[in-house]
């Protein structure tokens, strides 16, 4: 399934962003409940600290995934350093149907690609950007706005307020990140908001993974409930 037919459906969207790119922990996600996995490269992860690898190096990971699981599958390209043009295309070539970036390091180029485009805002963004991002042709946003200074923290009014912000200003669908350290009975909240979807990673997921498998599997049968 592509990422396009996942947004095209009315489900909540459960995202499993992998703490490595392996298929070990890609079919622990999809097993467990996830709608669609995302993979790393060119960047050292802010909360885990992992430095993640080269397209180079990733490629026949995602080749075997695409083999073992075809599963919907994305990328974050990079940060700073960002895969180049060729690089993008080969990603689509071996069956990755999205990307997730911040818009502060997406290359114009990236918004030519044919994968479904999810433009994450960061926490210096301002609402007059917002709007902007459907004219960029984005399909999705990312809504990743807490401070790094804040990450693993409790939900707040606040943070409400900040995204429903943001998800009344756009018609396009609208992803939380687990910036916060969401717990279950905060879905529902979160969904009732507007969010389309989560994308969960190493703050609930945990890092092993028995952890990361148990929290896939703990957000998947409450975000479908």
Not at 157 to 175: H, K, N, V
Not at 198 to 216: E, H, R
Request: charged share 25%; glycine share 6%.
């Amino acid at each position: 399934m592509k990422f396009s037919d996942l947004l095209n459906s009315k489900e909540s969207i459960l995202v499993a962003s992998l703490p490595e790119n392996s298929v070990e922990y890609a079919k622990a996600a999809i097993e467990n409940g996830a709608d669609a996995i995302k993979l790393h490269v060119n960047l050292k992860h802010r909360v885990t600290g992992k430095v993640h690898e080269t397209w180079t190096k990733v490629r026949e990971v995602a080749r075997a995934i695409k083999s073992e699981l075809d599963c919907c599958t994305g990328i974050v390209p990079g940060a700073e350093t960002m895969a180049g043009s060729d690089e993008i295309e080969d990603m689509e070539a071996c069956g990755l149907s999205f990307f997730d970036v911040y818009i502060d390091y997406c290359p114009v180029y990236l918004l030519k690609s044919s994968m479904s485009k999810m433009l994450a805002l960061n926490y210096t963004y301002t609402p007059s950007m917002v709007k902007g991002l459907a004219k960029l042709n984005a399909d999705a946003i990312e809504i990743s706005i807490i401070d790094p200074s804040d990450y693993g923290s409790s939900l707040r009014a606040m943070d409400l307020l900040r995204y429903s912000e943001i998800i009344e200003q756009t018609d396009l669908p609208c992803f939380l990140p687990t910036q916060k350290k969401i717990s279950n009975s905060e879905i529902k909240t979160l969904v009732d908001l507007g969010f389309r979807g989560l994308i969960i990673g190493p703050i609930v997921t945990g890092s092993d993974l028995i952890s990361f498998s148990k929290a896939v599997r703990s957000f998947s049968e409450v975000l479908k409930s």
